[in-house]
């Protein structure tokens, strides 16, 4: 991987580079060690939260010209998180002992850290999801969007990790209508929806609405792509909106897709804005306060909290 971050509560990522290292660690333990006549470098993988080495820094590889990090597989002193089974599921790591079958996780720290995430940010997720879309989306939306992804164990699901949080939100919840909703930002699907659907109507203020009889329209995030081509992990996901095109046609088929290519830092960005210049959303996390309330089972609930009191202030709320 040619990313890295320094703490494992933390939610920004750098590119590893000797200038960014040496400036953010001041060449101090337990990133810089020294052994003898030996150093080694270390860092946090910012997809599974396990240590990695990092290799190249100082000294030129013979097979690449890039500084990279792997993971350490262990425990490293000064590093206190390790968790081998995400690091099992870490799209960084190429040799996965498990079958790419299994469909889900088990409940590993991993897992308790993405739900305390979603629970803290979820004004933020739908902020940036609306983002992707070009949509503005309601209350109703937003719950169910959550609702799906809680209901359905999106946490467990292996291809989740600490960068993608906010897609995989919207990629492993269900199909929800998007009657009602507005469009703000993508004219391409204001022209899909009018021409192909005969009852659509979108009114001044982008809502989606009709102006005959009654229609379905649904939208959805499919097909999750990850590629690790040398080392720097690209992901991407589908948003897909389908609609009765006929009144006694197919049910539903695709009026619009559009590819939404994953980019972590939009998502660090919004969580790392001092609190001063911050705006939150209090509607959104009540809603995911009482989605996680009327869903989670009460112990998994309460280990949530755990989590989010063991990481303290060092977690930006
Ligand atoms: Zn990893």
Redesign the pocket.
């Known amino acids: ?1 040619h990313v890295f971050k320094l703490r494992s509560v933390d939610y920004d990522e750098r590119v590893i580079e000797r200038t960014t290292f040496d400036h953010l660690t001041d060449n101090r333990e337990p990133w810089y060690v020294k052994d003898g006549e030996k150093d080694y470098q270390y860092g946090v ?6 240590p ?1 080495r990092i290799v190249g820094l100082y000294r030129p590889l013979p097979h690449t010209d890039k500084p990279y990090g792997r ?1 350490t597989g262990k425990r490293i002193e000064g590093f206190p998180h390790f968790d081998a089974d ?2 099992e599921w ?4 190429k040799k996965r002992k498990r079958s790419p079958a299994a469909t889900k996780r088990k409940l590993d720290d991993l897992a308790l850290q993405i739900l305390a995430r979603v629970l803290h940010q979820f004004d933020r997720i739908i902020y940036l999801l609306q983002k992707e879309t070009g949509m503005q989306w309601s209350n109703r939306f937003s719950g169910e969007l959550l609702d799906g992804w809680l209901c359905g164990e999106g946490y467990l699901y292996p291809g989740s ?1 600490l960068r993608n949080i906010p897609w995989m939100v919207a990629y492993r919840s269900r199909g929800i209508s998007i009657f009602g909703q507005k469009i703000v930002d993508d004219d391409n699907l204001i022209a899909a929806i009018t021409r192909k659907i005969p009852g659509a109507l979108i009114d001044d203020s982008g809502r989606i609405t009709k102006h005959g009889p009654f229609y379905e329209i649904g939208g959805v995030f499919l097909g999750h792509n990850v590629t690790t081509g040398s080392g720097d992990l690209k992901e991407t996901i589908c948003f897909r909106v389908h609609g009765q095109r006929r009144q006694h046609g197919p049910a539903f088929e695709t009026v619009y897709s559009r590819t939404i290519h994953i980019n972590p830092a939009r998502f660090d960005h919004l969580v790392n804005t001092p609190p001063g210049r911050a705006r939150r959303h209090q509607g959104f996390l009540d809603l995911a306060q009482q989605a996680y309330q009327k869903i989670l089972p009460r112990a998994l609930l309460a280990r949530v909290h755990e989590v989010i009191k063991a990481t303290g202030p060092e977690e930006p709320i």
Do not use: D, E
């Not at 993988?45 to 396990?50: A, E």
């Not at 870490?90 to 790591?93: A, E, G, R």
């Open positions: 991987m993988c910012p997809c599974c939260n396990n990695i993971h995400a690091l870490c799209p960084f790591v990790h």
